[in-house]
T-cell receptor
Framework: AQKITQTQPGMFVQEKEAVTLDCTYD???????LFWYKQPSSGEMIFLIY??????QNATEGRYSLNFQKARKSANLVISASQLGDSAMYFC?????????????FGAGTRLFVKA | DTEVTQTPKHLVMGMTNKKSLKCEQH?????MYWYKQKAKKPPELMFV???????INESVPSRFSPECPNSSLLNLHLHALQPEDSALYLC?????????????FGPGTRLTVL
Protein backbone atom coordinates (compact mmCIF):
# COMPACT_ATOMS: atom_id res chain seq x y z
CA ALA A 1 0.00 0.00 0.00
CA GLN A 2 1.20 3.48 -0.76
CA LYS A 3 2.50 5.46 2.19
CA ILE A 4 4.31 8.72 2.88
CA THR A 5 6.47 9.10 5.99
CA GLN A 6 7.69 12.39 7.41
CA THR A 7 9.65 11.64 10.57
CA GLN A 8 10.30 15.22 11.71
CA PRO A 9 7.25 16.66 13.52
CA GLY A 10 9.07 19.96 14.02
CA MET A 11 12.24 21.61 12.75
CA PHE A 12 14.05 24.83 13.68
CA VAL A 13 16.34 26.73 11.32
CA GLN A 14 18.16 30.01 11.58
CA GLU A 15 17.17 32.68 9.08
CA LYS A 16 19.33 32.62 5.91
CA GLU A 17 20.45 29.03 6.52
CA ALA A 18 19.44 25.98 4.48
CA VAL A 19 17.17 23.26 5.87
CA THR A 20 16.24 19.76 4.70
CA LEU A 21 12.82 18.28 5.37
CA ASP A 22 12.74 14.49 5.12
CA CYS A 23 10.23 12.41 3.21
CA THR A 24 10.22 8.71 2.42
CA TYR A 25 7.56 6.91 0.44
CA ASP A 26 6.42 3.41 -0.27
CA UNK A 27 4.74 2.28 -3.45
CA UNK A 28 4.71 -0.75 -5.70
CA UNK A 29 3.97 1.39 -8.77
CA UNK A 30 6.76 2.26 -11.19
CA UNK A 31 5.01 5.44 -12.20
CA UNK A 32 4.21 8.07 -9.59
CA UNK A 33 4.54 11.74 -8.80
CA LEU A 34 5.90 13.36 -5.65
CA PHE A 35 4.86 16.80 -4.40
CA TRP A 36 5.65 19.19 -1.62
CA TYR A 37 3.09 21.65 -0.29
CA LYS A 38 3.42 24.48 2.23
CA GLN A 39 0.57 25.35 4.58
CA PRO A 40 0.89 28.62 6.54
CA SER A 41 -1.25 29.20 9.60
CA SER A 42 -3.85 30.85 7.33
CA GLY A 43 -4.72 27.37 6.04
CA GLU A 44 -4.13 27.54 2.32
CA MET A 45 -2.08 24.71 0.81
CA ILE A 46 0.58 26.13 -1.52
CA PHE A 47 2.18 23.91 -4.17
CA LEU A 48 5.97 24.15 -4.04
CA ILE A 49 7.62 21.52 -6.21
CA TYR A 50 7.02 18.32 -8.16
CA UNK A 51 9.18 15.30 -9.06
CA UNK A 52 8.13 12.54 -11.44
CA UNK A 53 9.35 9.01 -10.87
CA UNK A 54 10.99 8.93 -14.31
CA UNK A 55 12.65 12.32 -13.99
CA UNK A 56 16.41 11.84 -13.91
CA GLN A 57 17.24 15.29 -12.63
CA ASN A 58 16.24 16.66 -9.25
CA ALA A 59 13.50 19.27 -9.46
CA THR A 60 14.25 22.87 -8.51
CA GLU A 61 11.98 25.88 -8.09
CA GLY A 62 13.71 29.01 -6.87
CA ARG A 63 14.89 28.40 -3.30
CA TYR A 64 13.27 24.96 -3.24
CA SER A 65 14.92 21.80 -4.50
CA LEU A 66 13.91 18.20 -4.20
CA ASN A 67 16.62 15.66 -3.39
CA PHE A 68 15.19 12.58 -5.14
CA GLN A 69 16.81 9.25 -4.33
CA LYS A 70 14.69 6.65 -6.07
CA ALA A 71 16.49 3.56 -4.81
CA ARG A 72 16.08 4.74 -1.24
CA LYS A 73 12.52 5.94 -1.92
CA SER A 74 13.23 9.35 -0.49
CA ALA A 75 12.18 12.80 -1.71
CA ASN A 76 13.61 15.36 0.69
CA LEU A 77 12.82 19.06 0.33
CA VAL A 78 15.73 21.47 0.61
CA ILE A 79 14.97 25.12 1.32
CA SER A 80 17.95 27.40 0.81
CA ALA A 81 18.42 30.78 2.46
CA SER A 82 15.47 30.39 4.84
CA GLN A 83 13.22 33.38 5.39
CA LEU A 84 10.87 34.17 8.28
CA GLY A 85 7.97 33.69 5.88
CA ASP A 86 9.00 30.06 5.41
CA SER A 87 7.63 29.24 8.88
CA ALA A 88 4.76 26.90 8.11
CA MET A 89 3.67 23.26 7.94
CA TYR A 90 5.16 21.33 5.04
CA PHE A 91 3.51 18.25 3.54
CA CYS A 92 5.09 15.66 1.27
CA UNK A 93 2.57 13.96 -1.00
CA UNK A 94 2.39 11.27 -3.68
CA UNK A 95 0.14 10.30 -6.57
CA UNK A 96 0.28 6.89 -8.22
CA UNK A 97 -0.71 5.81 -11.68
CA UNK A 98 -1.12 7.91 -14.81
CA UNK A 99 -4.14 9.72 -16.15
CA UNK A 100 -6.98 9.63 -13.70
CA UNK A 101 -4.82 9.17 -10.65
CA UNK A 102 -6.76 11.60 -8.54
CA UNK A 103 -5.84 10.32 -5.11
CA UNK A 104 -3.07 12.20 -3.38
CA UNK A 105 -1.57 10.64 -0.26
CA PHE A 106 -0.15 13.14 2.23
CA GLY A 107 2.47 12.61 4.91
CA ALA A 108 1.86 13.72 8.49
CA GLY A 109 3.71 16.98 7.87
CA THR A 110 6.69 18.82 9.34
CA ARG A 111 6.28 22.12 11.16
CA LEU A 112 9.18 24.45 10.26
CA PHE A 113 10.12 27.34 12.52
CA VAL A 114 12.51 29.96 11.14
CA LYS A 115 14.36 31.94 13.81
CA ALA A 116 15.48 35.52 13.32
CA ASP B 1 -5.73 33.42 -12.93
CA THR B 2 -4.29 30.68 -10.69
CA GLU B 3 -6.69 31.16 -7.84
CA VAL B 4 -9.21 28.92 -6.18
CA THR B 5 -11.71 30.83 -4.08
CA GLN B 6 -13.82 29.48 -1.24
CA THR B 7 -16.71 31.01 0.63
CA PRO B 8 -17.38 31.52 3.43
CA LYS B 9 -14.02 31.75 5.21
CA HIS B 10 -15.60 30.84 8.54
CA LEU B 11 -18.88 29.10 9.31
CA VAL B 12 -20.53 28.30 12.63
CA MET B 13 -23.60 26.10 12.49
CA GLY B 14 -25.82 24.11 14.77
CA MET B 15 -26.43 20.41 14.34
CA THR B 16 -29.87 21.00 12.83
CA ASN B 17 -28.79 23.66 10.33
CA LYS B 18 -28.39 23.32 6.58
CA LYS B 19 -25.53 25.23 5.03
CA SER B 20 -23.37 25.11 1.91
CA LEU B 21 -19.72 25.67 1.15
CA LYS B 22 -18.79 27.10 -2.23
CA CYS B 23 -15.64 26.73 -4.31
CA GLU B 24 -14.80 28.40 -7.63
CA GLN B 25 -11.90 28.25 -10.06
CA HIS B 26 -11.33 29.80 -13.47
CA UNK B 27 -8.20 27.92 -14.53
CA UNK B 28 -10.04 25.58 -16.87
CA UNK B 29 -9.38 22.64 -14.58
CA UNK B 30 -11.77 19.71 -15.03
CA UNK B 31 -11.00 17.92 -11.75
CA MET B 32 -12.19 19.38 -8.45
CA TYR B 33 -11.75 18.03 -4.95
CA TRP B 34 -13.05 18.39 -1.41
CA TYR B 35 -10.74 17.67 1.51
CA LYS B 36 -11.32 17.71 5.26
CA GLN B 37 -8.45 18.69 7.52
CA LYS B 38 -8.42 18.40 11.31
CA ALA B 39 -5.95 20.44 13.32
CA LYS B 40 -2.33 19.29 13.02
CA LYS B 41 -3.29 16.53 10.57
CA PRO B 42 -2.86 16.17 6.80
CA PRO B 43 -5.83 16.74 4.49
CA GLU B 44 -8.15 13.78 3.96
CA LEU B 45 -9.80 13.33 0.59
CA MET B 46 -13.59 13.38 0.63
CA PHE B 47 -14.80 13.71 -2.97
CA VAL B 48 -13.41 14.10 -6.47
CA UNK B 49 -15.29 15.38 -9.52
CA UNK B 50 -13.94 14.79 -12.98
CA UNK B 51 -15.67 16.52 -15.91
CA UNK B 52 -18.49 17.47 -13.54
CA UNK B 53 -19.18 13.84 -12.61
CA UNK B 54 -18.52 12.34 -9.20
CA UNK B 55 -15.44 10.18 -9.60
CA ILE B 56 -14.47 9.36 -6.03
CA ASN B 57 -16.45 9.29 -2.78
CA GLU B 58 -14.24 8.22 0.09
CA SER B 59 -17.11 6.69 2.06
CA VAL B 60 -18.17 10.09 3.33
CA PRO B 61 -21.34 10.19 5.50
CA SER B 62 -24.46 11.29 3.65
CA ARG B 63 -24.76 14.43 5.78
CA PHE B 64 -22.15 15.78 3.35
CA SER B 65 -23.56 16.18 -0.16
CA PRO B 66 -21.31 17.43 -2.98
CA GLU B 67 -22.50 19.12 -6.13
CA CYS B 68 -20.69 20.27 -9.26
CA PRO B 69 -23.11 22.51 -11.20
CA ASN B 70 -20.54 23.42 -13.87
CA SER B 71 -16.84 23.12 -14.62
CA SER B 72 -15.94 26.14 -12.48
CA LEU B 73 -18.06 25.57 -9.40
CA LEU B 74 -18.07 23.00 -6.62
CA ASN B 75 -20.43 23.02 -3.68
CA LEU B 76 -20.57 21.02 -0.48
CA HIS B 77 -24.01 20.89 1.14
CA LEU B 78 -24.06 20.28 4.87
CA HIS B 79 -26.98 18.96 6.89
CA ALA B 80 -27.32 17.54 10.39
CA LEU B 81 -23.61 17.69 11.08
CA GLN B 82 -21.95 16.51 14.27
CA PRO B 83 -19.45 18.43 16.43
CA GLU B 84 -16.70 16.08 15.21
CA ASP B 85 -17.25 17.44 11.71
CA SER B 86 -15.67 20.70 12.83
CA ALA B 87 -12.57 21.12 10.66
CA LEU B 88 -10.96 23.08 7.84
CA TYR B 89 -12.58 22.18 4.51
CA LEU B 90 -10.31 22.64 1.55
CA CYS B 91 -11.28 22.74 -2.08
CA UNK B 92 -8.74 22.02 -4.83
CA UNK B 93 -8.62 21.76 -8.59
CA UNK B 94 -6.29 20.26 -11.15
CA UNK B 95 -6.00 19.41 -14.80
CA UNK B 96 -7.06 15.99 -16.03
CA UNK B 97 -4.37 14.82 -18.40
CA UNK B 98 -1.41 12.53 -18.73
CA UNK B 99 1.22 12.93 -16.11
CA UNK B 100 0.84 14.20 -12.61
CA UNK B 101 -0.82 17.53 -12.21
CA UNK B 102 -0.39 19.57 -9.11
CA UNK B 103 -3.51 20.57 -7.25
CA UNK B 104 -4.28 24.19 -6.58
CA PHE B 105 -5.95 24.70 -3.24
CA GLY B 106 -8.29 27.36 -1.97
CA PRO B 107 -7.86 29.09 1.40
CA GLY B 108 -10.38 26.80 3.04
CA THR B 109 -13.53 27.22 5.13
CA ARG B 110 -13.14 26.81 8.88
CA LEU B 111 -16.28 25.05 10.04
CA THR B 112 -17.43 24.87 13.64
CA VAL B 113 -20.42 22.68 14.51
CA LEU B 114 -22.03 23.47 17.84
Amino acid sequence: AQKITQTQPGMFVQEKEAVTLDCTYDTSDQSYGLFWYKQPSSGEMIFLIYQGSYDEQNATEGRYSLNFQKARKSANLVISASQLGDSAMYFCAMREGRTGGFKTIFGAGTRLFVKA
Amino acid sequence: DTEVTQTPKHLVMGMTNKKSLKCEQHMGHRAMYWYKQKAKKPPELMFVYSYEKLSINESVPSRFSPECPNSSLLNLHLHALQPEDSALYLCASSQVSTGYNEQFFGPGTRLTVL
